[in-house]
C-alpha cells in the first residue's frame, strides 16, 4: 500500500526566512503533485513534477523530485505572510489508475 | 471557463435526515472524485469514477453512503441516514483522460461544508 508522509506537519516561520518540507512516499512512482489549501478553501494545484530531478519553480516556491530517494521537496525563499497556508503533496497510486494518494498536509504560518 | 461546481456549499442537518450533495465536474474531464476531509482523518477518497462508472469505492465508509454519475456533467453524494460523524467538508474534484502517459492532475471544487447536529 502507497504511503505519503509528510514533515513537518506544522511550520511557524518568520517572514523573510527560508525553510523546506519533505514529502516521502513509499513506491516507486515518477510522478508527484503538490497543491495548496488556504483556511476554508479548496485545494489549488501548484506543481505537477514528471520525472526524476524535475524542478519547477513559481515565486517564493519551488519543487523538486528525487525518484531513486522517493523523496519531494517544497522550498520557501523569504517567505512572505501571503504564503500562509497548508500544503499537501500526492503520488499516483499506481499507473493508469488515476488515483492519488495525498500526504497529511503540512501547516505553514509565516509571522511577520 | 468554470471550474468544478458543487452545492450546496454549506448544508446543516439533522441526524437520521438524508443529505444529497451534488457536483458538475469541468467539461471534457473524465474523470471524478469524491473526498472527505476533517481535521481527524485528513483527506480521504471516498469513491471515484470514470466516464460515468465507479471504478473504486473503497473508501466508502458504509452502506449509508452512495454516489450516483448519471451522465459526465452530475454526480450525488447521498448519505442516508446521516449522523454527526459526517460531519466534514467534501470536495469533489475532476481529472482529463488519462492515459499511461500522462499526468493525472486533479483539479477541485469549492466543497460542502456538512454539519449534522
Known amino acids: 500500500e502507497l504511503k505519503v508522509e509528510q514533515n513537518p506537519l506544522f511550520l511557524s516561520m518568520q517572514e523573510g526566512k527560508n525553510y523546506t518540507i519533505y514529502c516521502n512516499y513509499s513506491?516507486?512512482?515518477?510522478?508527484l503533485y503538490w497543491y495548496r489549501q488556504d483556511p476554508g478553501k479548496s485545494l489549488e494545484s501548484l506543481f505537477v513534477l514528471l520525472s526524476n530531478g524535475a524542478v519547477k519553480q513559481e515565486g517564493r516556491l519551488m519543487a523538486s523530485l528525487d525518484t531513486k530517494a522517493r523523496l519531494s521537496t517544497l522550498h520557501i525563499t523569504a517567505a512572505v505572510h501571503d504564503l500562509s497556508a497548508t500544503y499537501f503533496c500526492a503520488v499516483d497510486s499506481l499507473r493508469g489508475a488515476q488515483k492519488l494518494v495525498f500526504g497529511q498536509g503540512t501547516r505553514l504560518t509565516i509571522n511577520p | 471557463d468554470a471550474g468544478v461546481i458543487q452545492s450546496p456549499r454549506h448544508e446543516v442537518t439533522e441526524m437520521g435526515q438524508e443529505v444529497t450533495l451534488r457536483c458538475k465536474p469541468i467539461?471534457?474531464?473524465?474523470?471524478l472524485f469524491w473526498y472527505r476531509q476533517t481535521m481527524m482523518r485528513g483527506l480521504e477518497l471516498l469513491i471515484y469514477f470514470n466516464n460515468n462508472v465507479p471504478i473504486d469505492d473503497s473508501g466508502m465508509p458504509e452502506d449509508r453512503f452512495s454516489a450516483k454519475m448519471p451522465n459526465a456533467s452530475f454526480s450525488t453524494l447521498k448519505i442516508q441516514p446521516s449522523e454527526p460523524r459526517d460531519s466534514a467538508v467534501y470536495f469533489c474534484a475532476s481529472s482529463p483522460r488519462g492515459t499511461l502517459s500522462s499526468y493525472n492532475e486533479q483539479f477541485f471544487g469549492p466543497g460542502t461544508r456538512l454539519t449534522v447536529l
Open positions: 513506491t516507486t512512482s515518477d510522478r
Open positions: 467539461s471534457g474531464h473524465d474523470y
